[in-house]
């Protein structure tokens, strides 16, 4: 910025000026049973500026391989995607005054009368990060801010009473848009609860008992309709045995070229549902019963993706990773595609209105999923997704049994998961033999038309919620900016003008290299 456009008394240097970036400790004469204070990259919040400085350790544990820092430093996360996430804090009062944590933080150490939140809230602020990931290096997924970025990047410089000014005032206002946001994560938690317990009474029966009353009995019974899809199952069995006598010839008839078509498995009964089970599920109007998910549909596994398949008769096809099934709805805005074998390509395909259920990974994907409606074309998907093709099938059918998967399902899936040192898992048992409520076919879509009014109304107040927190979190990305640029406060000729302080701030770094220097030569 020209200096004549600079706000009255202000001055334009750089951070390195104005702060020691990654100060160096001098450790003469520090016990190594001293007990200092310890904060890892987790004990800062993400865009809060909380610091939690509790964790003590003795010197000797952490005085290598730690970056060190005093009360009054400006912590710095340098690495994705800490420091976009916003990890930066002023560091508080310290055991002993000195405290260490990741070698992931920069350490800004203002000089003088440098306000130590002034220099907080402008390097936390989103203009300051967009730039400086900008400026990051290194290798994908350990980028990192370097410290001649920090050093040589301009800041605008206010007296030093004027950065009291600022700091309160950011401070006062940031008060008060916390208690807005405080206001709408309760009501976003609220929102929550009520979605939960529509789900319990949909699948209690709750939402429909007036609807049950007034059908009189006159429907298909869940015993009945647990026959009828028997017979359908049935059927479709006898289906592909056929299709796959048909596939064997034509593979006969060919020379046998290619791999030979799988024989299809039959449909096999899973054991009851026993009492242990049932005391575990909630309780069902009597019409209703449980069953597996295997008893109503077939389970179905995905092809894992490979660059080193070999296949003699190739084809290329959209597939369905775990990142594209989200809980209750999908995303399809990127598809990857893999090669098959085209004989593999129709026992493989998505079918309209399967039910997706995700493997893995974190377990808060476990069981995670929703329906299918072809909306991408000869789409399968990869082994770590899941589907189940209904032996009915019906839209409503597929999104009661999503809609349980995605409540209920979330329980029995972590029980049942089995979780590695960083994934957890389910496998084809535990979903074939996951518990669903299955009641008259007329219910379950009264139930599903009425949970989708209700959860439709749900959703559009959430995202209300949300575009009112990023409406708040402009405002306070406003703030900083305005502070920054000199419009938050008045400014006060009485100050004593910036240049006067970079001046003190120039002296004492003067005499602070020749009191180092005149260490090293007693040394």
């Known amino acids: 910025m020209p200096e004549q456009d600079l706000p009255p008394g202000w001055a334009q240097t750089e951070i390195g000026v104005i702060a020691e970036v990654n100060p160096r400790l001098d450790k003469t004469g520090l016990a190594d049973d001293l007990p200092v204070s310890f904060v890892p990259m987790s004990s800062v919040g993400a865009g809060t500026g909380a610091i939690d400085v509790n964790t003590t350790r003795p010197l000797c544990d952490v005085r290598k391989g730690y970056t060190h820092f005093r009360p009054g430093d400006v912590l710095f996360a340098k690495i994705t995607p800490?420091?976009?996430?916003?990890?930066?804090?002023?560091?508080?009062?310290?055991?002993?005054?000195?405290?260490?944590?990741?070698?992931?933080?920069?350490?800004?150490?203002?000089?003088?009368?440098?306000?130590?939140?002034?220099?907080?809230?402008?390097?936390?602020?989103?203009r300051f990060r967009i730039d400086a990931a900008h400026h990051m290096t290194g290798a994908v997924g350990q980028r990192r801010v370097p410290t001649l970025y920090l050093s040589k990047h301009v800041v605008l410089v206010p007296p030093a009473r004027e950065q009291r000014r600022i700091v309160a005032k950011i401070e006062e206002l940031f008060s008060e848009l916390d208690k807005g946001i405080e206001s709408l994560l309760t009501a976003r938690k609220q929102l929550e609860v009520y979605r939960q317990a529509l789900m319990k009474h949909a699948f209690e029966g709750q939402l429909t008992a007036e609807w049950r009353e007034s059908s009189g009995g006159a429907i298909e019974s869940a015993e009945a309709l647990l026959a009828r899809i028997a017979r359908l199952r049935e059927s479709r069995d006898q289906q592909h045995l056929a299709s796959w006598k048909e596939a064997v010839q034509a593979w006969e008839d060919g020379g046998e070229r290619?791999?030979?078509?799988?024989?299809?498995?039959?449909?096999?009964?899973?054991?009851?549902?026993?009492?242990?089970e049932l005391t575990a599920l909630p309780s069902l109007p009597g019409?209703?019963?449980?069953?597996?998910?295997?008893?109503i549909a077939r389970i179905g596994t995905g092809m894992s993706v490979s660059s080193r398949r070999e296949v003699e008769d190739p084809v290329e096809v959209p597939y369905l990773r775990v990142a594209n099934v989200q809980r209750g709805y999908l995303v399809l805005d990127e598809i990857k595609t893999m090669t098959i074998e085209r004989s593999h390509q129709h026992r493989l395909r998505l079918a309209r209105w399967d039910v997706l259920f995700n493997e893995g990974g974190d377990r808060d994907k476990l069981g995670r999923g929703w329906i299918w409606n072809c909306q991408v074309d000869r789409c399968i998907t990869q082994n770590h997704v899941f589907r189940a093709s209904p032996s009915l099938c019906s839209e409503l059918h597929s999104k009661w049994i999503s809609y349980w998967g995605n409540s209920y399902g979330q329980r029995y899936f972590n029980s049942e998961g089995k979780q590695t040192t960083n994934l957890a898992s389910i496998n084809k048992t535990v979903l074939s033999h996951f518990p669903v409520p299955l009641a008259p076919m007329q219910e379950q879509e009264t139930v599903v038309q009425l949970l989708e009014e209700k959860v439709t109304v749900v959703d559009q107040l959430d995202e209300e919620l949300t575009q009112a927190l990023a409406r708040l979190d402009g405002l306070r990305q406003a703030i900083l900016k305005?502070?920054?640029?000199?419009?938050?406060?008045?400014?006060?000729?009485?100050?004593?003008?910036?240049?006067?302080?970079?001046?003190?701030?120039?002296?004492?770094?003067?005499?602070?290299?020749n009191t180092k220097k005149k260490r090293a030569a007693a040394s």
Do not use: C
């Open 482 to 513: 305005r502070a920054y640029d000199g419009r938050l406060v008045a400014q006060d000729t009485s100050d004593e003008p910036a240049w006067v302080l970079l001046e003190s701030i120039l002296a004492e770094r003067h005499a602070l290299t």
């Open 82 to 126: 800490s420091m976009e996430n916003g990890k930066m804090a002023v560091v508080p009062a310290l055991q002993n005054d000195l405290g260490f944590g990741s070698t992931e933080f920069h350490v800004l150490r203002p000089y003088g009368e440098m306000s130590p939140k002034f220099l907080y809230y402008f390097t936390s602020s989103e």
């Open 287 to 295: 019409e209703w019963r449980y069953v597996r998910l295997a008893d």
């Open 258 to 276: 290619g791999p030979k078509p799988s024989k299809p498995r039959r449909s096999k009964p899973l054991g009851a549902i026993d009492q242990h």
